[in-house]
């Protein structure tokens, strides 16, 4: 289980850094849960507190870095067995006025403790049992009486401790920093990871008379407790792939405080260097409108779908095999592909938005590169009129200006503008719709995929308008029917794996193929009734959020390479100007996906995240997939062995529960902000994060 030694190579490089990582570090002290409520890393234990925030983060009061917590603050906490049994949360806070505050969880309340006026130092104490190994969701309420007739008020917070020895001092338990993880005596750190495959810990620093033990455990059973010393590893190679409670803790009588200067999971092989060998001269987009990964069997083998092209082409691309979008419908995705920014910024939402013209999109990103850029599209809303006009040689949107909708159409159209300009280098993108309603036969598809007599209201297709009464409930459908839909866009799928199959044959015969990178994706799935609807934009399930991602152009993304680690469609912008030897626009939220294909970055899980409307958020991390309503309700599903999401797992995986939450609450606190080129993403942060943001408060 465990191997402590000066076994790994000097090849092992870090997968995840500690210092850099600290803003998801959890405090300890005197056994219990200490939470610095003024750092960015609050934010984890609040923000699910919807629809409307409960704490204001990240601020100053005489001097101490606070949060402000409204009359009525939520707090949600992981706790250990020991840390919850003693039922008691000291907080150390200043009130502006004479009041009470009291902590209550599921109808189980503390006493009102009364407050005065200023900085102090209050423990309340839940009835046993209130407390829970798991997560705790706390509810603190203050409130003022008396002469003011009840009128509420709130307090600004420096710290809280739940759990534990109740503290004797008012000193706010240490925070890691840039330079050093700081470990009190009888005291430490805990992070919620995921063990990357041959993953080590090792770490550098002054053990400060400290005896310093590293603790891995999952649900609470002990499986590492070693003692740490400076430079030599600590190797736990039956753990790869599980998420543990990584604890970091200094004992001992003659123990002040251990420093460790640099502490990260490390895996045993050479950091890998990315290299761009040759670039490509072109590139192509194909985006599927409405088409699901697992229709494919590079993401599914079950699927019935025939896809010989795809099947045939991954084995020479790249395939990113946890890609999500960042809306469930065609504007908010199309808007966060074209801008790499995610909705919350391109504010790209309601039927009358338009996209903001300041904003740089794709087309005139990839211009500065020198490349010609065509369009043609098949959905509506990418032309000039919704702000996506700009940058385009040529632009022509089959829906408002004709030329056929379906693939062959604008695969023809695209293929007439390469025999005009394909000797000068250009960007094509090509949005076709064969998968988005209306959903139409092809054969021979349509004859495999529903073999029985069928003389219904779908024999040759499905329209928009039917679909749009079958989803008010006005047109009644029967079992029958459904197996006919179904089968109608399955033979989508397939006729236009075929349509892009002849694309990439035209490429070949005219001498582009070599030197033109091509990316398959789409912008969103469509439910089928899985679970109890049809169509798009109305959950975050897998069938609408998790799309083909595939890349090809073997000389920066290896043939036949599966990448685990989550990708977003925000990543395209910055991918391909990368990959053309440009400069992505400062603005730009995604990353190029470039090093990450080549394997900087890979080894530790990384995320997707989806949002539906801003209403709604859920974040792939690793296999454990976490969803946000706008309540604050909260549902972790395993993604890998349950894509459906037929089981709520959060009760028996607390560990991953708060693996997941501490990653997406984070990113939904600071997401107007966050430029993963800068920040790194949610679950694994480059060390310009938690330095720019303890700057700025």
Excluded at 355 to 379: H, I
Excluded at 472 to 491: F, H, M
Aim: glycine residues 10%; charged residues 20%.
């Amino acid at each position: 289980m465990l191997c402590a030694g000066a076994s790994l190579a000097s090849a092992a490089h870090p997968v995840f850094d500690l210092i850099a990582n600290r803003t998801l570090a959890h405090g300890l002290r005197a056994g219990g849960l200490a939470i610095a409520a003024g750092t960015p890393g609050f934010a984890r234990y609040v923000h699910f507190s919807r629809p409307l925030p409960s704490w204001k983060l990240r601020l100053v009061e005489d001097g101490k870095k606070v949060a402000l917590a409204a009359t009525q603050a939520w707090l949600e906490v992981p706790l250990t067995s020991a840390q919850a049994k003693p039922g008691t949360i000291t907080l150390h806070l200043k009130s502006p006025a004479r009041q009470t505050v009291r902590a209550s969880i599921q109808g189980k309340q503390s006493p009102a403790m009364p407050l005065s006026v200023g900085w102090q130092t209050v423990t309340v104490t839940l009835p046993a049992g209130a407390l829970v190994e798991g997560e705790s969701k706390i509810l603190l309420t203050f409130a003022q009486s008396g002469l003011l007739g009840g009128l509420k008020t709130s307090a600004a917070v420096e710290w809280i401790q739940v759990g534990g020895t109740v503290p004797t001092s008012d000193d706010a338990p240490p925070v890691p920093t840039q330079s050093a993880l700081t470990l009190p005596k009888d005291g430490g750190l805990v992070y919620y990871v995921q063990v990357p495959e041959g993953g080590a810990f090792l770490a550098a620093g002054d053990a400060g008379g400290c005896a310093v033990h590293v603790r891995v455990s999952t649900r609470e059973k002990q499986l590492v407790d070693a003692p740490w010393t400076a430079g030599t590893p600590i190797e736990f190679p039956s753990l790869a792939g599980k998420v543990v409670r990584l604890e970091l803790s200094a004992e001992g009588a003659t123990c002040t405080a251990a420093k460790l200067t640099s502490a990260a999971l490390t895996v045993a092989t050479a950091e890998p260097a990315v290299k761009y060998p040759s670039r490509p001269k072109n590139v192509i987009i194909w985006l599927t409108d409405s088409t699901r990964a697992d229709k494919f069997r590079v993401y599914n083998p079950k699927t019935r779908v025939e896809t010989p092209v795809m099947d045939a082409w991954a084995k020479t691309s790249t395939v990113f095999k946890v890609g999500y979008v960042q809306g469930n419908e065609s504007r908010v995705s199309h808007a966060s592909l074209f801008t790499s920014l995610y909705p919350a910024t391109h504010k790209f939402i309601s039927e009358k938005a338009k996209l903001n013209p300041d904003f740089v999109t794709l087309p005139e990103a990839v211009k500065t590169t020198g490349r010609f850029t065509a369009g043609f599209m098949g959905n509506g809303f990418i032309d000039k009129f919704w702000g996506f006009g700009d940058g385009w040689d040529v632009l022509h949107n089959h829906i408002h200006e004709g030329g056929g909708l379906k693939a062959e159409d604008l695969r023809k159209a695209a293929q007439g503008f390469l025999g005009a300009h394909g000797k000068q280098p250009f960007f094509l993108y090509i949005g076709t719709i064969d998968a988005h309603v209306s959903w139409r036969a092809h054969e021979p598809w349509i004859s495999k995929y529903d073999t029985e007599p069928y003389s219904g209201l779908f024999v040759k297709a499905c329209l928009d308008p039917q679909l749009d009464n079958i989803v008010a409930g006005k047109l009644k459908i029967t079992e029958r029917d459904k197996v006919r839909i179904q089968a109608l866009y399955d033979s989508d799928v397939s006729y236009n794996d075929h349509e892009f199959g002849e694309l990439l044959k035209f490429l070949d015969i005219n001498g582009l193929g070599d030197s033109t990178m091509v990316i398959l994706i789409a912008d969103h799935g469509d439910e089928m009734w899985e679970h109890g609807k049809i169509g798009h934009g109305q959950s975050l399930h897998e069938e609408l959020v998790h799309i083909p991602y595939v890349i090809h152009y073997p000389p920066l993304f290896p043939a036949g390479k599966q990448v685990d680690e989550g990708v977003e469609l925000v990543d395209v912008l910055p991918t391909v100007v990368d990959a053309l030897g440009g400069k992505p626009p400062a603005d730009a939220q995604g990353e190029s996906l470039v090093p990450l294909a080549q394997g900087e970055g890979a080894g530790y899980p990384r995320p997707a995240i989806a949002s539906q409307y801003e209403l709604a958020h859920t974040m792939r991390l690793s296999r454990w997939k976490l969803w946000v309503g706008g309540s604050g309700d909260t549902r972790l599903i395993d993604a890998a062995s349950d894509p459906m999401g037929t089981k709520e797992v959060s009760a028996e995986r607390p560990l991953e529960r708060r693996f997941v939450t501490d990653a997406l609450s984070l990113w939904m606190a600071y997401q107007g902000k966050w430029k993963k080129s800068r920040w790194g993403v949610a679950s694994n942060h480059k060390p310009a994060f938690a330095a720019d943001l303890e700057k700025t408060q």
